[in-house]
């Protein structure tokens, strides 16, 4: 099931695949409830300021009535508690949709640069090749070219890459491919990154897989 944009009053093309977010059914109507909420608080906020002027004008011809005054102002203020509430749920339904939008802001973000990622990495990969061969310079220097574009694109975006050789082994970041037995260095220590990892603004965007160190059995 597609949610697009324009469910937020956002006109935007319904032909740009980068607008559109895969979301599950439930989230849907989730969020299709949230929409009907901020209808019926937004007509009812409509209907009490209204209501409220109504008061507020009755209140200036009948000054000299001091009971009916009394009555309009108690009247008076339960609208205008009731007004404040109103507004309060508003508010927070906002503060909800805000929430919303830069959740799905982000996962469609980690989309793009997951795909970017792997491009530079292809690109890596044929580099080294190219380093390889003779006569080759011109391809290489266009491939170093658009590897420098797509690395600088991807340090605009937040994403940098972990380089976690040396460090303690950490399951949430690393995917241990392999094991080697050392007695130089300490248990659990990554020894080679043999899948780069990457971050995006201090998240994991790709667990790097790495080879970690074991003591050696005596």
Do not use: W
């Not at 509430?85 to 996962?107: C, H, L, P, V």
């Not at 094991?179 to 965007?205: M, W």
């Amino acid at each position: 099931m597609v949610f697009e944009d324009d469910f937020f009053n956002t006109r935007k093309s319904l032909e740009d695949p980068y607008r559109k977010v895969s979301i599950s059914k439930s989230e849907y109507e989730r969020l299709q409830h949230i929409a009907t909420k901020h209808e019926t608080l937004l007509k009812k906020f409509n209907r009490i300021e209204t209501e409220k002027s109504r008061l507020e004008q009755e209140i200036e011809l009948l000054m000299d009535d001091g009971r009916k005054l009394k009555q309009l102002e108690e009247e008076n203020e339960k609208l205008l508690n009731s007004l404040l509430r109103t507004r309060a749920d508003f508010e927070n339904y906002k503060k909800s949709i805000d929430r919303n939008n830069e959740y799905y802001r982000q996962r469609l973000q980690e989309r793009i640069m997951r795909k970017l990622v792997k491009h530079a990495e292809d690109l890596t990969r044929v580099l080294k090749i190219l380093e390889t061969l003779k006569n080759a310079d011109s391809m290489k220097n266009g491939f170093e070219m658009i590897l420098q574009n797509f690395t600088k694109i991807l340090e605009e975006e937040g994403v940098r890459p972990m380089n976690c050789v040396g460090e303690k082994f950490d399951p949430f970041k690393q995917e241990a491919l392999l094991v080697e037995e050392r007695d130089d260095i300490p248990e659990n220590t990554i020894i080679e990154e043999i899948d780069k990892g990457y971050f995006i603004n201090n998240a994991i965007l790709k667990p790097a897989g790495v080879k970690v160190s074991k003591l050696k059995s005596e």
